[in-house]
Each structure stands twice: as C-alpha cells, then as structure tokens.
C-alpha cells in the first residue's frame, strides 16, 4: 500500500507540478499524511481489539482529523483554492488502496 501510494504521489505530483507546484506538493504531503493516518489508524484498531477500550480509540481519531484536518486549509491559502483537493487525493489514496489490496486477499483466501 505504501509503494503504491508513494509511486501514485510522484507521478501526479509530478503532473500536477507543471499547473500549480503548491498543489503538487499539497499531494505529495497529503499522502504522506495519509500513510501515517492509516498506519495510526490500523495500530488504533489492534490497540482496540487487544485493550477494549474505545474512548482511547475515540480521543485518538479526533485528535488525527484535528491534525490532518489543518494542514490542507495552509495550502489553500498558499496556492490556488483546489489544492485542498489535491491534498485530500493524496490524502484517502492510502485508505483507498488497503482497502483494495484487503478485499484481494479476502477474494483469494476464499477461492
């Protein structure tokens, strides 16, 4: 998911780069965000499965869409007004892909 993720960045970046370089980098730091949000996000869960306690889970996931809520509105006012899109592309693009790569392997386990 991360490679994936990584190499979609750099490409679109890349793309993105020869129309706005803040929205480009918008991208490329919103899916650097939204690794560490999945990867914050699957420890959550393994935190929650092992310890049950679900207002750790809860004060956590306010606190990561406080921080990566933020950041997109620094670049909407350094650039062009959709670099907030940008960066949320970049943003789910983690999450979108796991979510791809697990239903795979569910697919695979059963058949």
């Given at each position: 998911?991360?490679?994936?993720?990584i190499t979609?960045?750099?490409?679109?970046?890349?793309?993105?780069?020869?129309?706005?370089?803040?929205?480009?980098?918008?991208?490329?730091?919103?899916?650097?965000?939204?690794?560490?949000?999945?990867?914050?996000?699957?420890?959550?869960?393994?935190?929650?499965?092992?310890?049950?306690?679900?207002?750790?889970?809860?004060?956590?996931?306010?606190?990561?869409?406080?921080?990566?809520?933020?950041?997109?509105?620094?670049?909407?006012?350094?650039?062009?007004?959709?670099?907030?899109?940008?960066?949320?592309?970049?943003?789910?693009?983690?999450?979108?892909?796991?979510?791809?790569?697990?239903?795979?392997?569910?697919?695979?386990?059963?058949?």
């Amino acid at each position: 998911m991360a490679v994936w993720s990584i190499t979609f960045a750099a490409l679109a970046g890349a793309v993105l780069a020869t129309r706005s370089p803040v929205a480009a980098a918008a991208l490329v730091f919103g899916t650097g965000c939204g690794l560490a949000n999945a990867f914050l996000l699957m420890r959550g869960n393994e935190r929650l499965a092992d310890h049950r306690n679900p207002a750790v889970f809860v004060i956590s996931s306010i606190l990561r869409i406080g921080v990566f809520g933020i950041v997109p509105v620094e670049f909407a006012l350094h650039g062009p007004a959709w670099s907030i899109g940008a960066y949320f592309l970049g943003f789910f693009t983690p999450l979108g892909l796991y979510a791809v790569l697990v239903a795979r392997s569910f697919r695979s386990e059963q058949g």
